[in-house]
């Protein structure tokens, strides 16, 4: 029980520390999200470049309009090739790391050197297999001339737009720190040589508080590790770090043991050591760490899963609107009530959200915690809603959840507080249970489709639904979603464990 959200939370650090900034879930900006972009756009406008050129060359130039078609295919084989060549030497040279993407002169000279490069390149083979004279040299010059004008522009635009988004602070990582004694300060130290724009340290944690001083390089000691996931539960951080010394291999295994319920990325900021998982080494501003845990779905995954959602529940919500319409009238005749049934379940980060539903029961027999499960038969299931239920038609507004950005169309189903397995809660009875908040609710799910649903009667089936949840959430992919949703409309219409 200590893992749920308390509600007073937000209001006790604020009362104690200095305010914390805060964002909005799709609020900060990933960098690696950036770096891919700009790559993706300079292969872009080399290709671009190389069409424009074309049209320009032989439809204003040579006044040979009915022959661009013949060489746009001629000339398509140069240009992505050189597209080609030039993202990844562009690459390869770093002009792709965040740092250097804010750095105007490094990459107006990086730049031109690789895209002069490119094409000399390009000329060298081209003379070597004797092709050279089948290409316009008027042509190659308004090629290069326009390609090398569309990376600059990039890069200009690129760098104010850095700037704007650091001033705001949607580029800073929010970073919280456990441990306060030597380790940590030297940290610290470091995070905050980064500056503000790049690292907003939340606070420091750190279970030895009262053998602490309140303050650590300028930082308020806010708590332990209990009072920071209670943190995290409601101030989104990106990464948390401990910070303590080598010797101390059992309370670090014991504190990732603990921490891993978060969805944020875990990391270690000393040398690595082997009693536990690591992913890798990285950096933090100027800090080495070790990579424990990423958190799921982020940066491009983020981005795909975003626009997924978004496109395919606002189709859908125009498919469906029709039939929910009908459902709605038929619920109104059916038995005296409201339309829909809202209830608050878990979300992402263990948060409460409002999930609807149209309304099944009677309203004198509904059960708002969801702790009474629904069985076979059930006297409280109205004749309308026992046909909504059979085939998952209930579940149909939830797309408005997504569109609010509460849930997504395929992730682990939202399950009440209240909800048990067995005779116990869910989340008290099996293991890792929290680790399912990691990503967003969804209305459909992997478990779902793995005759995974309805009623959980025993511990056994509780865990095999979390074991599915959690091998989605690790394994997932576009195509997983599209196939988990396919399958779904099998499952929803052969009515198994739906009642």
């Given at each position: 029980m200590a893992d749920i959200p308390r509600t007073d939370t937000a209001t006790q650090f604020r009362i104690d520390t200095k305010p914390v900034p805060k964002r909005g879930k799709n609020n900060a900006i990933s960098r690696e999200v950036v770096c891919n972009t700009v790559q993706i756009l300079d292969f872009l406008a080399c290709v671009v470049a190389g069409a424009v050129s074309v049209a320009i060359y032989f439809g204003l130039y040579m006044g040979t309009e009915a022959g661009i078609g013949a060489a746009y295919q001629q000339y398509a084989y140069p240009v992505i090739l050189a597209?080609?060549?030039?993202?990844?030497?562009?690459?390869?040279?770093?002009?792709?790391?965040?740092?250097?993407?804010?750095?105007?002169?490094?990459?107006?000279?990086r730049v031109t050197v690789v895209c002069i490069a490119t094409m000399g390149v390009l000329s060298m083979v081209a003379f070597a297999s004797k092709v050279a004279e089948l290409y316009s040299r008027g042509w190659a010059v308004a090629w290069i001339a326009l390609t090398l004008a569309q990376l600059l522009l990039t890069r200009v635009v690129l760098f104010y737009m850095l700037r704007r988004w650091s001033q705001l602070g949607r580029l800073a990582q929010m970073v919280a720190v456990v441990g306060g004694d030597q380790v940590g300060e030297q940290l610290l130290s470091k995070l905050q040589a980064a500056g503000e724009n790049e690292i907003v340290i939340a606070g420091v944690f750190d279970d030895r508080r009262t053998r602490l001083p309140g303050v650590v390089c300028g930082c308020r000691v806010l708590g332990t590790t209990d009072d920071l996931i209670s943190f995290a539960r409601n101030i989104l951080i990106d990464e948390i770090i401990i910070a303590l010394p080598l010797r101390a291999e059992q309370r670090i295994g014991d504190l990732v043991a603990k921490l891993r319920s978060l969805p944020v990325d875990l990391r270690l900021s000393i040398d690595p050591i082997n009693s536990f998982p690591m992913r890798g080494i990285g950096d933090v501003a100027s800090a080495r760490t070790i990579e424990i845990l990423d958190r799921p779905l982020k940066n491009w995954s983020r981005v795909v899963k975003w626009f997924e959602d978004r496109v395919l529940s606002a189709i859908l919500c125009l498919i469906f609107a029709p039939l929910m319409a009908l459902i709605a009238l038929m619920i109104k005749l059916d038995s005296p009530g409201p339309v829909f049934f809202i209830q608050d379940r878990f979300g992402f980060n263990n948060k409460l959200i409002r999930v609807l539903k149209f309304r099944t029961m009677r309203v004198e027999n509904s059960d708002q915690s969801g702790a009474t499960r629904t069985v076979p038969n059930d006297s409280r299931v109205t004749r309308v809603g026992r046909i909504l239920r059979g085939f998952s038609l209930d579940e149909l507004p939830q797309l408005i959840n997504v569109l609010r950005g509460d849930m997504s169309l395929v992730g682990p189903r939202p399950h009440v507080p209240a909800m048990k397995a067995g005779e116990r809660l869910y989340h008290e009875a099996v293991d890792n249970y929290f680790l399912r908040h990691h990503v967003l609710p969804g209305l459909t799910g992997w478990a779902q489709v793995n005759n995974s649903r309805g009623e959980i009667d025993s511990l056994g089936a509780a865990r095999r639904r979390v074991a599915y949840d959690l091998y989605y959430i690790d394994n997932w992919s576009f195509w997983l979603d599209i196939k988990i949703l396919f399958l779904t409309v099998r499952v929803a219409l052969s009515r198994q464990n739906a009642y």
């Open positions: 597209a080609i060549i030039l993202s990844f030497t562009l690459y390869k040279s770093g002009s792709y790391e965040f740092k250097r993407l804010s750095l105007l002169g490094w990459q107006f000279r």
